[in-house]
């Protein structure tokens, strides 16, 4: 949306109502659909109602997280889980929470980043100098196409999380992002094969969509429950602080061309780690998914 919005508003429209204030009202009104989605649809998670002591409360939640919306003995099995882990953790003293989370914080890290590399001001300005060689007048169409590429790869992959797992969709998506962002950087600048750097790049922001959705699965699996706010939040402001200091870039051609090369060489990188630390955490219960994050190494798919 963000996308579609700014290339399709234009300074020269002569209207009364400035951009800026546009987008103001457009992130009221989804944040009131958000609020009406959380209050009415979102269920309060078993294991923060354990850690107030509401059991028949995190009963109640289970049963509406699983269907039929009934009490079974699975579901039973899966409460007594869900207490286990909350007393473990509950003893687990802050240097063991630090030094158990660590890793989790690195893997994580650099998870996003890497979104953050393939999503930001310079690679809006690839697209705009890709389209803007390929027709005199650049229309809106472009970043259109561009965003709904990231949101099919995201949705694509949101139907993977809980068939093929995690680990699986996050390595094909690093590693084909890698791919087109060398293909992009290699064609790039060459007039002929414009028309191919485009598709490049439209492919790019499907396969980092698809690499990208599992990290906020992982964001609520990896780290000790007791420090989980604080190193999601840590994350998040490492990730925000990275994406505006790409917005003080402003690179020629020729540092277009060398940004793509090291996300690709960085893409492939990560991919290669990722075979070996991350985990695989599909369908499994939070203190395994926790204690597979507090290992460097994970070869499991």
């Known amino acids: 949306m963000q996308l579609i919005y700014t290339a399709v508003w234009q300074v020269d429209w002569n209207v009364a109502i400035v951009a800026d204030q546009v987008h103001g009202v457009l992130s009221i009104t989804y944040g009131v659909i958000a609020l009406a989605l959380a209050l009415t649809l979102c269920v309060e998670s078993p294991v923060h109602l354990l850690m107030r002591s509401s059991e028949q409360r995190a009963l109640v939640a289970l049963r509406h997280l699983q269907r039929p919306y009934m009490v079974t003995s699975e579901m039973l099995l899966r ?20 030094q158990k989370g660590y890793p989790s914080v690195l893997k994580l890290l650099a998870l996003r980043l890497l979104g953050v590399l393939c999503l930001n001001s310079i690679i809006c300005c690839a697209l705009y100098e890709t389209g803007n060689q390929l027709v005199s007048s650049l229309y809106a169409w472009p970043f259109v196409v561009f965003g709904l590429l990231r949101w099919c790869g995201c ?29 992009y950087a290699n064609l790039f600048g060459r007039t002929p094969h414009m028309i191919t750097a485009l598709v490049m790049l ?4 499907f396969f980092a969509g698809l690499g990208q959705c599992a990290s906020a699965a992982y964001l609520t699996e ?50 290669l780690l990722g075979i070996f630390c991350l985990p695989e955490t599909r369908l499994v219960p939070l203190a395994e998914a926790q204690l597979k994050f507090s290992k460097w190494f994970n070869k499991d798919f």
């Open 222 to 271: 990896g780290f000790p429950l007791r420090l989980k706010p604080h190193m999601v939040a840590v994350v998040y402001v490492v990730e925000q602080v990275a994406r505006l200091l790409l917005c003080s870039f402003v690179l020629s051609i020729a540092g277009i061309t060398a940004y793509f090369h090291c996300l690709g060489a960085l893409s492939m990188v990560l991919f």
């Open 155 to 183: 949705f694509f992959a949101v139907l993977l999380m809980d068939t093929t797992g995690r680990k699986k969709p996050t390595l094909f998506g690093i590693f084909s992002t890698g791919a087109f962002a060398i293909a």
């Open 202 to 205: 439209f492919s790019l922001q």
């Open 79 to 98: 409460l007594d889980e869900h207490k286990l882990y909350v007393a473990a953790n509950r003893e687990m003293c802050l240097g063991t929470s630090l």
